[in-house]
């Protein structure tokens, strides 16, 4: 039962274009969500997040937006530029105190120069 | 701060034998996490900690995994014994869960380490 969809494997973008990453989730007791950028043979780092309470959150060249009712967010990356190319995870967590995350499968995201 | 820290990076051990993976927290910190990724399931949770404590073994596959967290600075991940299926890259997180609503939970990783069973 995957409660955190991410339904496009991979998106390859033109430099300096817009990226946009979707992510769909299934739980409504989901509270906060983040998304994760990974580099080969690398951990996944923390990238931007946004609790529930909000529609958007915006941090230099990223955006996350969430719609509540549609059970969905996006990752918006302007300009994208080649060193953005890796794979990016949604993850969620529910809960007054919430501590585990549960993750999507990821998107690999190719920025061609 | 040094991050999440994971040893060994690389372990090729053949069937059967014991495996042991190490992590070091950031340092106050008081949750710990271990995740196994593979093509197949993504990334999955095996086990968290909070305060050294197992709080969800869920997602350990079997008996032959067990973890465990010593001191706030320490756990280890055991496989015993090994087999090849248990080949995949494997993941130590930390993080602080504070008591604000919504608690932020962002956990940070480490490096991983990929284990290859033959």
């Known amino acids: 039962d995957q409660q955190v969809k991410q339904n496009s494997p991979s998106l390859s973008v033109q430099e300096g274009r817009i990226s946009i990453l979707n992510c769909d989730y299934t739980?409504?007791?989901?509270?906060?969500f983040l998304w994760y950028k990974k580099y080969p043979a690398e951990g996944p780092t923390f990238l931007i997040s946004?609790?529930?309470?909000?529609d958007k959150n915006e941090d230099g060249r990223f955006t996350v937006f969430l719609n509540k009712s549609a059970k969905h967010l996006s990752l918006h990356i302007v300009p994208s530029q080649p060193g953005d190319s890796a794979v990016y995870f949604c993850?969620?967590?529910?809960?007054?105190?919430?501590?585990?995350?549960?993750f999507g499968a990821g998107t690999i995201l190719r920025v061609k120069s | 701060d040094a991050g999440v820290i994971q040893s060994p990076r690389h372990e090729v051990t053949e069937m059967g034998q014991e495996v042991t993976l190490r992590c070091k927290p950031i340092?106050?910190?008081?949750?710990l996490f271990w995740y196994r990724q593979t093509m197949m399931r993504g990334l999955e949770l095996l086990i968290y900690?909070?305060?050294?404590?197992?709080?969800?073994d869920s997602g350990m596959p079997e008996d032959r995994f067990s973890a465990k967290m010593p001191n706030a600075s320490f756990s280890t991940l055991k496989i015993q014994p090994s087999e090849p299926r248990d080949s995949a890259v494997y993941f130590c997180a930390s993080s602080l869960l504070g008591t604000s609503y919504p608690s932020k939970n962002i956990q940070y990783f480490g490096a991983g380490t990929r284990l290859s069973v033959l």
């Open positions: 900690f909070n305060n050294n404590v197992p709080i969800d």
């Open positions: 340092s106050g910190h008081n949750s």
């Open positions: 739980n409504s007791m989901f509270d906060y």
């Open positions: 993850a969620a967590s529910a809960g007054e105190y919430g501590n585990k995350l549960v």
């Open positions: 946004i609790s529930s309470i909000k």
